[in-house]
């Protein structure tokens, strides 16, 4: 018989959301950007840059998803089909509980804290089934926490995962200030370089604009994004005029 896990519903329905609403356009389209406008994410300063132009606009996003996520009503008994913001206020009212358990992983926690109570812990040669009370005698609340700490550590196999340095690449600030200055002048004079296939005639942002990205855990399959918003035309044109500007920069030695 094959049995269904519904345990983890809600967040995986948040996370398709979360996808289908904003990261998946932000994915299509810096791979659109290193497909065609010449991103290449091991240049550290392509990564910084990415940072300068588009960070702010991906976060207005993830804010703008999150307000409209916390005006929904989630159904069932226990939320009596209220918004996430009417229960955040009802908490913000009533008194914020903390809980001692954040961050641990709810199947570890389960084991100790399952619907079935707390797990009865036996000390070596106890089998359960006679009445001395040692038998009996539950861990104390600070063993079971640090138990479960324990084995959740011991879970983790792998070593800390690097991330990029987004540091400025420029070796001081009137350096950096340069570089703004020139991208304002060129942004001003919507001046577009050879090569990003974005000049006119190059340029193949219309209605029917799309990136596919490799999706499931093999990357098997391939889904078709719409990019057809005029944003990610500009966006796109905002990262030629920058990344080419940067890589002048870098070739005289700025960095």
């Keep these: 018989m094959h049995v269904r896990s519904t345990r983890n519903s809600r967040i995986e329905r948040l996370w398709v959301e979360v996808g289908t609403q ?19 994410v091991d240049k550290p300063g392509h990564l910084w840059l990415l940072s300068v132009l588009f960070l702010n606009a991906l976060n207005d996003d993830c804010r703008q998803f ?31 509980y903390e809980d001692e358990f954040e961050g641990i992983c709810p199947t570890v926690l389960q084991r100790y804290y399952g619907i079935h109570g707390r797990e009865v812990v036996r000390h070596r040669n106890q089998t359960g089934a006679g009445h001395p009370s040692d038998e009996a005698d539950e861990p104390e609340e600070d063993d079971i926490i640090g138990r479960i700490e324990q084995e959740q550590a011991n879970d983790v196999q792998h070593d800390a995962v690097e991330v990029p340095d987004s540091n400025t690449p420029f070796r001081n600030e009137e350096d950096e200030s340069m570089f703004f200055e020139t991208l304002e002048e060129v942004v001003m004079e919507g001046i577009v370089l050879e090569g990003y296939n974005l ?11 799309s990136e596919y990205l490799r999706v499931g855990r093999r990357r098997e399959h391939h889904m078709e994004i719409s990019l057809a918003d005029p944003i990610w035309r500009t966006h796109s044109t905002l990262w030629a005029q920058a990344s080419s500007i940067l890589d002048h920069f870098e070739a005289n030695e700025f960095f």
């Design 22 to 40: 904003f990261v998946r356009r932000w994915r299509g389209f810096f791979t659109r950007l290193k497909r065609l406008h010449k991103l290449d």
């Design 66 to 96: 999150q307000q409209e996520w916390n005006l929904h009503p989630i159904h069932g008994s226990d939320t009596r089909d209220r918004s996430p913001q009417v229960s955040e206020y009802s908490v913000a009212s009533l008194g914020i």
């Design 199 to 209: 000049r006119e005639g190059e340029d193949k942002y219309d209605e029917n604009t």
